[in-house]
């Protein structure tokens, strides 16, 4: 049972649009809601969270949205730039316990 | 400033053989985790530790052993590799389950 559904799996935009993420979850329980980005060859890192007592976090260009009432989350990158070109992932858990993944969005930003 | 190293970076291995996948965290970390990554299928957690002397299966465990006897040292034994097994396969770390993972460059398994 997937927990955690991202979409799309693939999305391609042009360099100064905006990238648009999206994932939904299940679980009601889950309270931290990270975002995962990858540059091909190397591990995934942080890139931004947000836990739900709050329905929006930026930092920069990246914005978190979230909808506790549809139980959706999305990344926003605005101005997407070249570098941005990585695959995505979204993740949530539920206190303690351990993180479950979305499947990942491959994201190109074309110059 | 090491983080999380993982050895070999590249391997081939033959149907059957065995291997050993290397990582070693400098952070003092008490949670340690393998995923392996497919394409269309994310991040899989394969086996995890919260702890020194401490292990327990993930989502895809079989094919795979896993030890934890030092806080900075979590290796993954393939014990028979399969086609199936070819893969890439990420070491994380964590302070806790609820934070941030840090991840290794990763090992691209191949087995043929």
């Known amino acids: 049972q997937q927990q955690v559904k991202q979409s799309p799996q693939s999305l391609i935009v042009q360099k100064g649009g905006i990238s648009i993420i999206n994932c939904a979850y299940e679980?009601?329980?889950?309270?931290?809601f990270p975002w995962y980005q990858q540059f091909p060859g190397k591990g995934p890192a942080l890139l931004i969270a947000?836990?739900?007592?709050?329905s929006e976090k930026k930092e920069g260009r990246f914005t978190i949205s979230f909808n506790k009432s549809a139980k959706q989350f999305s990344l926003h990158i605005m101005d997407s730039q070249p570098g941005d070109s990585a695959t995505y992932f979204c993740a949530a858990s539920r206190g303690s316990e351990k993180l479950v993944f979305g499947k990942g969005t491959k994201l190109t930003v074309n110059p | 400033n090491a983080g999380v190293t993982q050895t070999p970076k590249f391997q081939v291995l033959k149907t059957g053989q065995s291997m050993t996948l290397q990582c070693a965290q400098d952070m003092n970390h008490e949670y340690m985790s393998w995923y392996r990554q497919d394409p269309g299928m994310g991040l899989r957690l394969i086996h995890y530790s919260v702890g020194a002397g401490i292990t327990d299966q993930g989502e895809v465990p079989n094919g795979y052993n896993v030890s934890r006897s030092t806080t900075e040292d979590f290796p993954l034994r393939l014990l028979s590799a399969a086609p199936s097994q070819t893969s890439v396969y990420f070491c994380a770390s964590s302070p806790d389950w609820a934070g941030e993972l840090f991840f290794g460059e990763g090992s691209r398994l191949t087995v043929l």
């Open positions: 947000i836990r739900p007592d709050v």
């Open positions: 679980n009601t329980a889950f309270d931290y």
